[in-house]
């Protein structure tokens, strides 16, 4: 498919499966690389990273990583934007263990800024981070990202896990919003 309707939008094919599968199977080299002999939990964040976290994890070599997920979502109100409220928690342990965040997109950073701190107070071993897309033009640079699978413009895209209002998360593609 070129172009897909969602809701009153339409978006324009931006990264093909083979690209994005391309991107994940670098970043599991990496991350199979550098984490050589660590007892690896992931964490996938809910609910776009559900698919990158699938893939990801089928493609690294590693010894018995684990994976548990978390889920988080924007506070609602007009005085708390920038916010994000935990909606499932994390029961696994985490210390002393190596925790490699996966996430789907990052974009202002603010997301990924609350989950560094909610995961560092558990006292991982060790604590790493990797996302499929990010946007620089828009990242606040606040946390370090380990691991980076595509930059890409600052446009609103959909696709492979990412949503526009719950619509579109099933798509093997990712789409950029028509102009
Ligand atoms: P951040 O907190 O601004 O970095 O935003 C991160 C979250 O916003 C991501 O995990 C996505 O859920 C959502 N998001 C950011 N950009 C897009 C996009 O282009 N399409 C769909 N969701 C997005
Ligand atoms: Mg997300």
Do not use: W
Not at 65 to 84: C, H, I, M, N, Q
Not at 102 to 114: F, K, L, N, P, S
Not at 122 to 129: Q, T
């Amino acid at each position: 498919m070129k172009t897909v309707k969602l809701l009153d939008k339409e978006f324009d094919l931006f990264l093909s499966h083979d690209e994005i599968q391309t991107a994940i199977q670098r970043m599991a080299s990496e991350i199979s690389k550098d984490l050589v002999g660590e007892d690896v939990l992931f964490v996938c964040i809910l609910n776009g990273s559900f698919l990158v976290t699938a893939d990801l994890m089928k493609e690294v070599d590693l010894e018995q990583p684990e994976v548990t997920f978390l889920r988080l979502a924007s506070y609602e109100g007009t005085d708390t934007t920038g916010k994000v409220k935990q909606l499932l928690g994390l029961n696994e342990s985490i210390e002393g263990r190596t925790i490699v965040v996966i996430e789907d997109i990052v974009d202002t950073g603010i997301t990924i800024a609350q989950v560094k701190k909610t995961i560092l107070e558990k006292n991982p071993k060790n604590f790493k981070i990797a996302t499929l897309l990010l946007k620089p033009g828009k990242f606040d640079n606040s946390t370090k990202i380990d691991y980076v699978g595509i930059e890409i413009p600052d446009d609103f895209i959909v696709g492979y896990g990412l949503d526009y209002d719950g619509k579109g998360r099933n798509l093997r593609d990712i789409y950029k919003i028509k102009e």
